[in-house]
């Protein structure tokens, strides 16, 4: 299953439009390959997905204005899931690697999809920084120094002689892009790890103080007091290669 880039990067930030997604993907899955159900009705949308009525009549409003589904039929008494794939390969995200065993697994999925587009444009970059300014062999530096000035107009970097720095991707990065807090943010990602989408390397600094915590650590143990700096993540290579396009 496929799913347009545009959908998944809209719903950076907003939460009821990612379970409404998540919600039309769900639904899709469990309907079939037709991704149709006949003579529908919120109580038999229930018992084919098993979510609760109550959220499906909060979300279907928001499906039929973003036109994830429709209805047909001589009297529209039916339900079908449009397609939610652009015609254009390019433009696609697979879904593959989803959990579909429940609407919020494919929630978490979703939303960690989000957080991990933000790793893979921070990707982008940084190959397109190193090519406009090292180039290997059989590397396009024409189109990377195109793509620097296109960057530097989108105010993603400086300057086109701008060096790539690493600092990492703080929880509050991810839950301002999730539009959740930190704690859900912690979870999420979390999950993306666990699932083997993302390696998670954590970054800290350690000084020895047996007398007295230093001002401004994170936490003190053993008379050792550790400073925290954010974390940073390493895109899988099945996973890589699927949200590669991103910055285009």
Known sequence: MEVRRKFITECKGQPKLQKALALALYMKHCFGRSAMLKNYSINKIHNVTGISATTIKKYLPILVEYGWIDFVGKENEHLIVCKLASHTAGRNIKVDKFCFKSFLDVLRSLRAFIALLIQAHKDFVKRTIQ????????????????????????????????????????????AKEMGCCAKTAQSIMNYAVDKKWVKKTHHYERVFSPDYQISGSFFYKKGFSYRVYANTYELSNPLSKVLSLCGK
């Open 131 to 174: 090519i406009a300014t090292n180039p290997k062999k059989g590397q396009n530096f024409k189109g990377a120094r195109k793509l620097m000035k296109r960057l530097v107009r989108q105010g993603t970097i400086r300057s086109i002689y701008d060096k790539y720095n690493e600092f990492g991707i703080s929880l509050k990065r991810f």
